[in-house]
């Protein structure tokens, strides 16, 4: 899986950011300035937004909706009122709220310079890109080589210090896939290569698994949390973040976040 920097600078083979310096009034260093500026955002926003096997399943869905993979395939689709449309879903269920989108641009603003206005026609479709690309990325997936199963199952073997772990982390994915696409029969003919993708990882277990071996391993230290290797690994912002910067980002979450706590 690419990071994100990446998948959106190879996007239609770097076509989709002179199309986006164009569509913002914008040179090639510019949106890659934009580019660094918001793949951290997005990078924690997705993270949070799949902060455990139920969520993630809830994203993956919304990700699977709409039409984010013409959006990535095509750029141009992407600034239709459609388009724009589903960029705005694309961004509530990744940053929660209207409000952190706007301060996640006033950020951006600050540490460019570019205008944040410009940052808030960019977002939707910077987050229909990405929902597109993660998107492809799945579909082909299906066809050939995982890398979901295989980066999870990396995970797995070396997170994963005891059995009971392994089985507990594949029966939260199981029921992630339930819960969202219902049941792995059904899911294996649909058209969502998501539901396919996890249905196969399913029945087939992870790279790196040792199965119905029930041997403990010796002086296993205290595991890390394999899903949350996972999600950190598939939402990695793929460039080096300030601390600054990254401080800032999470303020904005919190904040708001405990706003709508609060409110609720």
Same mark, same amino acid.
């Given at each position: 899986?690419?990071?994100?920097?990446?998948? =959106?600078?190879?996007? @239609?083979?770097?076509?989709?950011?002179?199309?986006?310096? /164009?569509?913002?009034?914008?040179?090639?260093?510019?949106?890659?300035?934009?580019?660094?500026?918001?793949?951290? !955002?997005?990078?924690?926003?997705?993270?949070?937004? !799949? &902060?455990?096997?139920?969520?993630?399943?809830?994203?993956?869905?919304?990700?699977?909706?709409?039409?984010?993979?013409?959006?990535?395939?095509?750029?141009?689709?992407?600034?239709?009122?459609?388009?724009?449309?589903?960029?705005?879903?694309?961004?509530?269920?990744? *940053?929660? /709220?209207?409000?952190?989108?706007?301060?996640?641009? @006033?950020? !951006? !603003?600050?540490?460019?310079?570019? &205008?944040?206005?410009?940052?808030?026609?960019?977002?939707?479709?910077?987050?229909?890109?990405?929902?597109?690309?993660?998107? /492809?990325?799945?579909?082909?997936?299906?066809?050939?080589?995982?890398?979901?199963? %295989?980066? =999870?199952?990396?995970?797995? +073997?070396?997170?994963?210090?005891?059995?009971?772990?392994?089985?507990?982390?594949?029966?939260?994915?199981?029921?992630?896939?339930?819960?969202? *696409?219902?049941?792995?029969?059904? +899911?294996?003919?649909?058209?969502?290569?998501? &539901?396919?993708? =996890?249905?196969?990882?399913?029945?087939?277990?992870?790279?790196?698994?040792?199965? /119905?071996?029930?041997?403990?391993?010796?002086? &296993?230290?205290?595991?890390?949390?394999?899903?949350?290797?996972?999600?950190?690994?598939?939402?990695?912002?793929?460039?080096?973040?300030?601390? %600054?910067?990254?401080?800032?980002?999470? +303020?904005?979450?919190? +904040?708001?976040?405990?706003?709508?706590?609060?409110?609720?």
């Amino acid at each position: 899986m690419l990071p994100l920097y990446e998948m =959106m600078m190879r996007a @239609q083979n770097g076509e989709a950011m002179r199309a986006m310096a /164009s569509q913002f009034g914008l040179n090639e260093d510019q949106v890659t300035q934009a580019m660094e500026a918001l793949m951290p !955002a997005f990078a924690t926003g997705f993270k949070r937004s !799949a &902060a455990n096997p139920q969520d993630f399943g809830s994203l993956m869905q919304a990700m699977a909706g709409a039409n984010y993979a013409e959006y990535f395939n095509n750029l141009a689709s992407a600034f239709t009122p459609q388009g724009i449309a589903d960029g705005n879903t694309m961004l509530k269920q990744i *940053f929660g /709220s209207k409000q952190i989108s706007e301060a996640i641009a @006033q950020q !951006a !603003a600050l540490a460019t310079g570019i &205008a944040q206005d410009i940052f808030n026609r960019m977002l939707p479709v910077v987050a229909s890109i990405l929902a597109g690309g993660f998107f /492809s990325q799945g579909g082909a997936a299906t066809a050939g080589a995982n890398p979901f199963a %295989d980066m =999870m199952g990396q995970m797995m +073997s070396q997170a994963a210090a005891s059995q009971k772990q392994a089985a507990d982390f594949t029966e939260q994915l199981g029921k992630m896939m339930e819960n969202t *696409f219902g049941s792995g029969g059904k +899911s294996s003919q649909s058209a969502n290569p998501f &539901a396919d993708m =996890m249905d196969t990882m399913m029945k087939a277990g992870f790279p790196g698994m040792t199965g /119905s071996d029930k041997t403990e391993p010796e002086k &296993a230290e205290e595991p890390d949390n394999p899903y949350s290797k996972f999600i950190g690994d598939m939402f990695d912002a793929g460039i080096k973040v300030q601390k %600054d910067y990254q401080k800032n980002l999470d +303020s904005v979450f919190d +904040s708001y976040m405990n706003g709508m706590k609060k409110k609720d």
